[in-house]
């Protein structure tokens, strides 16, 4: 069985004994991706609505949506509603970071943090009252371990205090290097067309001591820009104060297409950057970007109303009846995301496809289709004979659908004869206007 491993007090020194190189230290960085996450909750079900590797996919979804949740009502005993994570070797870090999934409702405040030392669990120590906003910083003493797990969770504060939801959890390494600064994103341009665009990126301090000045270089396309120099403090990760910020470095002319973006920091605390892996990021923003999300809002017996979020320049669309190949719909744009089809037929499928448009040929790859239907108008008239014979479930023809398609009440379709041949001893096997004929 592998030996886990805790250290308490203990001092190493490293020389490095190059001429010229300076001490190279660990870069204190994100490890949770590296381990397997495991959690469940009194309630069962392990992780619910997304798997438990959303807590350390690097994807930080939106603060009020959650990606995961635990099925649990605390307090419970130690070991029963816990988060673990596995990594396959021995890690050192000091600082857990909680990205939760609302700050408002099922919000975890507090808990113990223990570590698995080959044969039992042992408490290194708890948390609690964490204030109810989107993303918490715990820092902790320095823990060397494999295996450990946050459990004992505690839930306080207002709204639902049960069933605590989650985006994601980091684990910071523990830094060993001083005046260490680092690039962290680059943030911006993301979504936008062709032209002069603001560039933003966050930069951090990831070392053991604080950095009160570092220079942020970038280059556009191969172009280097004027440096910043940024001279606000940024605290260590487990300080009271910020250890990151981002910063706006200029402005740059950016091609139609692929672009490339470099930023990376230097002379940190007017001193040599003792940790080199981390100082450099390098981004690719592309113009007229995809809308991330198209929704049809409503629809009317003419009409239907459409928001195509996340896209760059118009939007434009095709539309046209279920199943029509592009190209021989209907074309349209719209300067905004949120944009009306007009002049559409009521009681009618239609499919429509949207991408972005910069101009020229700068545009998106197209989104859909996108299914909706036309309201059904008054009078209506329905003979139901676009219904298949010997169908029970959703979807019907033509707008319908039916409740309880497993249990009384059941809606099926038949043919002419009233008789029901998917089943025995069911009806109705006699018309009212025919009583004594079966099937009539």
């Known amino acids: 069985m592998k030996k886990t491993t805790l250290f308490k007090g203990i ?5 490095a004994l190059f001429f010229g190189i300076p001490f190279i230290g660990n870069a204190q960085t994100n490890i949770a991706p590296k381990a397997t996450v495991t959690a469940d909750g009194a ?3 392990g992780c619910r609505t997304g798997a438990c590797s959303t807590l350390n996919d690097l994807n930080y979804g939106t603060c009020g949506t959650q990606e995961m949740w635990i099925s649990t009502t605390p307090p419970n005993a130690v070991g029963v509603d816990f988060i673990q994570f596995d990594f396959p070797n021995v890690e050192t870090f000091d600082t857990i970071i909680i990205h939760h999934g609302s700050a408002t409702t099922r919000f975890l405040t507090g808990g113990t943090i223990q570590y698995f030392d080959g044969s039992s669990w042992i408490t290194h120590s708890s948390f609690s009252n964490l204030p109810m906003q989107c993303v918490n910083k715990i820092p902790i003493s320095k823990l060397s371990t494999d295996r450990f797990r946050i459990t004992s969770f505690l839930m306080q504060g207002t709204g639902q205090l049960s069933n605590p939801n989650f ?3 980091e684990i910071i390494s523990a830094p060993t290097g001083a005046n260490d600064a680092a690039v962290l ?4 341009p993301s979504v936008f067309c062709a032209g002069s665009q603001p560039v933003y990126a966050t930069i951090a301090n990831l070392g053991v001591n604080q950095i009160n000045a570092v220079t942020v270089n970038w280059e556009v396309n191969g172009v280097a820009q004027t440096p910043v120099n940024y001279t606000q403090l940024l605290d260590t990760i487990t300080g009271v104060g910020n250890f990151k910020a981002t910063i706006m470095l200029g402005t740059a002319v950016f091609n139609a297409g692929v672009n490339n973006v470099k930023v990376f920091t230097s002379n940190p605390n007017s001193a040599v950057d003792t940790v080199n892996v981390n100082d450099t990021i390098y981004a690719t923003p592309t113009t007229a970007t995809a809308p991330t999300s198209v929704n049809v809002l409503s629809a009317t017996l003419n ?9 760059a320049g118009t939007v434009e669309y095709e539309f046209g009846p279920l199943g029509f190949a592009q190209s021989s719909g209907t074309m349209g744009t719209s300067p ?3 944009f009306t089809i007009n002049g559409l037929t009521a009681s009618t499928t239609y499919d429509v496809y949207v991408r972005s448009n910069c101009g020229g040929t700068d545009s998106s790859s197209w989104v859909g289709p996108i299914t909706f239907n036309t309201a059904y108008g008054v009078p209506y008239y329905e003979d139901f004979e676009l219904f298949t014979v010997g169908n029970a479930v959703n979807p019907w023809p033509r707008g319908w659908s039916s409740t309880n398609n497993s ?4 809606w099926e379709s038949e043919d002419a004869t009233g ?18 004929t079966v099937g009539g």
């Open 419 to 436: 008789a029901n041949e998917n089943s025995l001893n069911t009806g109705p096997f006699y018309d009212n206007t025919t009583p004594s």
């Open 303 to 311: 009409s239907a109303t459409i928001d195509a979020v996340g896209g």
């Open 185 to 188: 994103a680059i943030d911006s």
């Open 167 to 169: 985006r994601e959890i």
């Open 43 to 45: 309630g069962g079900g």
């Open 11 to 15: 001092k190493s020194t490293f020389i």
């Open 407 to 410: 249990s009384a009440p059941r």
């Open 336 to 338: 905004t995301s949120l």
